[in-house]
Antibody
Framework: QVQLQESGPGLVKPSETLSLTCAVS?????????WGWLRQSPEKGLEWIGS???????YYNPSLNSRVTMSVDTSKNQFSLHLSYVTAADTALYYC??????????????WGQGTMVTISS | QSALIQPASVSGSPGQSITISCTGT?????????VSWYQQHPGKAPKLMIS???YRPPGVSNRFSGSKSGDTASLTISALQAEDEAVYYC??????????FGGGTKLTVL
């Protein structure tokens, strides 16, 4: 059974970088699939942040492209999200997900439980 | 405002069928067969119910079905059950390699 678990600070100061990690169990990331990050807030609803392939290819939402970096660590079987220059608008519940095999924009069939991140000084 | 338009709420009685619409444009719903539907119960992560317009992943009840006509996709739930009460979101691939979502539809089982 594939499971995903997000971790990272729940509070980040404005203008700093938000960093989250998603640990994957029950499946080896190096075997395939795209792995994604989404967020959910009352203001913006559900929003796709971006996805990364098992080989490290990255695909970002154009609206966040300039601030997003994703990486994958196959040795630890985890992938990460870094979102720079955050503002209050980045306050949201952040989910890591498993996407499809073929494309970064395929449907997300497995989700972590989500981690709340608040941007505040 | 969300990229895809969904009704804020729908309701139905147990045993009935309901349909939730999701309206986009030719740049997303109408242009590609990459519409997905997610179910979200309070305090839980979304769960994939339908992908690629009408594909039902393993383990999803066959009471859930998806379709598309032009720029509007639809999710139909037949034989409504109390456990179906949740918020449902549609999503679609959009030109320029991104994914967009609807604002969500709250389903109430009366």
């Amino acid at each position: 059974q594939v499971q995903l678990q997000e971790s990272g600070p729940g509070l980040v100061k404005p203008s700093e970088t938000l960093s989250l990690t998603c640990a994957v169990s029950g499946y080896s990331i190096s075997s395939g699939y795209f792995w994604g990050w989404l967020r959910q807030s009352p203001e913006k609803g559900l929003e796709w942040i971006g996805s990364i392939s098992h080989t490290g290819g990255t695909y970002y939402n154009p609206s966040l492209n300039s601030r997003v970096t994703m990486s994958v660590d196959t040795s630890k079987n985890q992938f990460s999200l870094h979102l720079s220059y955050v503002t209050a608008a980045d306050t949201a519940l952040y989910y890591c997900t498993r996407g499809g095999r073929a494309a970064a924009t395929d449907a997300f069939d497995i989700w972590g439980q989500g981690t709340m991140v608040t941007i505040s000084s | 405002q969300s990229a895809l338009i969904q009704p804020a709420s729908v309701s139905g009685s147990p045993g009935q069928s309901i349909t939730i619409s999701c309206t986009g444009t030719s740049s997303d719903v109408g242009g590609y067969n990459y519409v997905s539907w997610y179910q979200q119960h309070p305090g839980k992560a979304p769960k994939l119910m339908i992908s690629d317009v009408s594909y039902r992943p393993p383990g999803v009840s066959n009471r859930f079905s998806g379709s598309k006509s032009g720029d509007t996709a639809s999710l139909t739930i037949s034989a409504l059950q109390a456990e179906d009460e949740a918020v449902y979101y549609c999503s679609s691939y959009r030109t320029s390699a991104t994914v967009v979502f609807g604002g969500g539809t709250k389903l109430t089982v009366l």
